[in-house]
């Protein structure tokens, strides 16, 4: 049986991508967090399962609420970075994508007192205007990263990336988010919101065929936000965003039970590291 990898996205409700042209970072302080809750609740999970995860948690939340980044690691579990303050790395110039990936490394490490060595990119920002990013983080020490999503959407991807695994720099990988290769096209296969819209049955097929199919260990990714159904409501937002944001919240504690019920999981780190790299297959 794969082991796949497990991994959330760790940030707050009001810092996703789709509301920062409604919420001013810089009121960010007096948002309501919800994040502490909601990242207890995950743990308890874990440890139900007996399973353990990586956690890519933001440099600014792990500022306001160290404690909890040392649970994450007492609890056995990976940390990794996602960056300082929730800034795409498409976003930035190379100067600020550095200063964001090393001031983060240096706050997660200082707080929990472990090594990070795994990033990923807020909303998946590293394409192909911004392939520099991989310089940046071979420099300051990351052994991989976890930032590209191999699928054609309108606010992230590079469809024609590796599925898999791959060299990016020396020292340097490239663990993409899960697709599933059918009609000539990637199909994403691996949380977020598309694990809220479509039914649990297809997300386990999904994952089931690239664990048989491709061989390859499948990554999956949520976050706290979407086990919670008493965040507060954002206003003016679009339909379209309002839809992504908040369908079938509802519904993922009872599927993420059953999806830890049905799978092997672990840490990227002990997946993906000091392992023979496969052989090269675009798709």
Not at 87 to 114: C, V, Y
Not at 131 to 149: K, M, N, P, Q, V
Not at 152 to 170: I, K, L, N, Q, T
Request: overall charge negative; some cysteine; glycine content about 6%.
């Amino acid at each position: 049986m794969i082991t796949n990898a497990l991994t959330i996205d760790v940030e707050d409700y009001f810092q996703v991508s789709a509301f920062a042209p409604h919420i001013d970072r810089a009121t960010w302080d007096n948002c309501e967090c919800r994040v502490e809750r909601n990242v207890h609740r995950i743990l308890a999970l874990l440890e139900q399962h007996n399973t353990k995860a990586t956690f890519f948690t933001l440099g600014w939340v792990a500022q306001r609420y160290p404690q909890l980044v040392r649970q994450i690691v007492e609890g056995g579990h990976e940390l990794a970075s996602h960056g300082y303050g929730h800034e795409r790395a498409s976003d930035l110039t190379q100067a600020a994508f550095l200063e964001d990936i090393r001031s983060a490394k240096a706050i997660l490490e200082d707080i929990s007192g472990s090594a990070v060595v795994g990033y990923r990119a807020p909303s998946f920002s590293i394409g192909k205007s911004n392939l520099w990013a991989f310089d940046c983080l071979a420099e300051t020490g990351h052994r991989y990263s976890s930032s590209i999503y191999p699928i054609a959407h309108d606010h992230y991807g590079m469809p024609d990336s590796p599925r898999f695994v791959h060299e990016v720099r020396p020292g340097l990988i490239e663990v993409p988010i899960t697709t599933l290769r059918a009609f000539g096209r990637n199909f994403p296969s691996s949380g977020g919101g598309y694990f809220r819209l479509l039914p649990y049955a297809l997300t386990r097929w999904m994952l089931q065929r690239v664990n048989a199919d491709d061989g390859q260990a499948g990554i999956f990714y949520f976050h706290p936000w979407e086990i919670d159904t008493q965040q507060p409501r954002i206003e003016g937002i679009s339909a379209k965003t309002r839809f992504r944001h908040y369908v079938n919240i509802d519904r993922v504690e009872a599927r993420l039970n059953q999806l830890l019920t049905d799978f092997r999981w672990g840490r990227m780190d002990h997946i993906f590291l000091d392992k023979p790299l496969p052989h090269a297959h675009a798709h």
